[in-house]
């Protein structure tokens, strides 16, 4: 079956839309894509993935009551490096400062339906999330490099870059 | 938002800086002139041609020179960054990296502790469209260098237009942007150019599959 995909951009400049958001398209070929601060209605959609930006764009932070339909959204979620900290700020937990950039080894230390094993993968995050275990959310990698809850799945680093296989799996879901 | 556009005068750097100039203010660009022709990090062929076609553009250009020593080049980089800042207040600089993560987190890092916006606004994009979109901007763009294997001098100097394209397209063993270094480009025109760069004086120099076009006079 055909899935509806939704792509949420959350980019103060457009500039950084190709850099963004274009590689997400090219990977699933049919997508709508919204600016985080138009209206849409995430329940026409089957999967929803909410993209990164640059390092110094943190303006989406200061938004997140913009994505409160995140807290009762039953279908798949993928917040990938900025919207992996949506998802994290929607499930109460915190940011904490921690550069990442470049390729890094990723280790993956629980079953999911996305990734397994160790893997290299390119890194673009200033943050990283500290996850509240006592909620029962799950790390998925080390350092938190991506974590589930649920329907929800936040990644830290950019699989649109050399894992591209990731956002597939996330589709097929 | 005013930006620094990190140019070397090939067909990448300039498209990146035409996706730049809309909605923004490329207030400089940033020529990093390597030594070492075989640095990982910066363009080497024509290297000199920038000033001329920054002067094409009507952008002011600031021109760092390094030995291309692996990493101890990136210091040169970055002084050259932080004067753009001093003296043109940019708030961001853009690469027109495509697939080099190599190239792309070393600029990312120096913009991070410049405390600056860092834009690739290539990145991972299909390399045939982006061929595709020069040539339908009308872009002049010759190949200034070759370095592989089926490269060979008649390839040198020649203009990539629709029908090179389906010849690049054609052969298996390179990517067609050039991305792994199998050719490098020079632009002689785009319609951001006040007017088109007239090469006066040239020669090629090339043996098996390696081979240069060196301009000598241009204006």
Redesign the interface.
Known sequence: MKQKVLIINLNK????Y??FI??II?IIKEADVVHYKESYNPNNYDKIILGGT????NEFLENIKLFNWIDDFKKPVLGICAGAEVIALRLKCRLTTN?S???KKIKTINNNPLFKGEFEA?C?H?LSVELRNEKGYTELAENTEAFMFNNLYGIMFHP???NIYIVKKFINL | ?KLAVLFTGGKDSMLALH??I???EVVCLITIKSKNPDSYMFHTPNIDLTQLQAEKLNIPIITQETLGEKEKELDDLKQAIQFAKDKYQIE?V?TGAVES?YQS??V??I??DL????????????QESLLKEMIDKKFEIIISSIASYPFDESWIGKTICQEKLNKLKSIKEISITGEGGEYESTVLFTPLFSEKIKIKKSKIECKNHAGRLIIEEAE
Request: proline share 6%; glycine share 4%.
């Open positions: 400049h457009d500039l950084a190709h850099e274009t590689p090219s640059p390092l110094k764009d550069k950039i470049g390729l390119y673009l200033s649109e870059v050399r | 938002m996706r730049s809309k909605n923004n961001g853009v993560a987190s070393r990312q890092n913009c991070y405390n600056l916006y860092c834009f690739n606004p290539l990145w991972k994009a299909d």
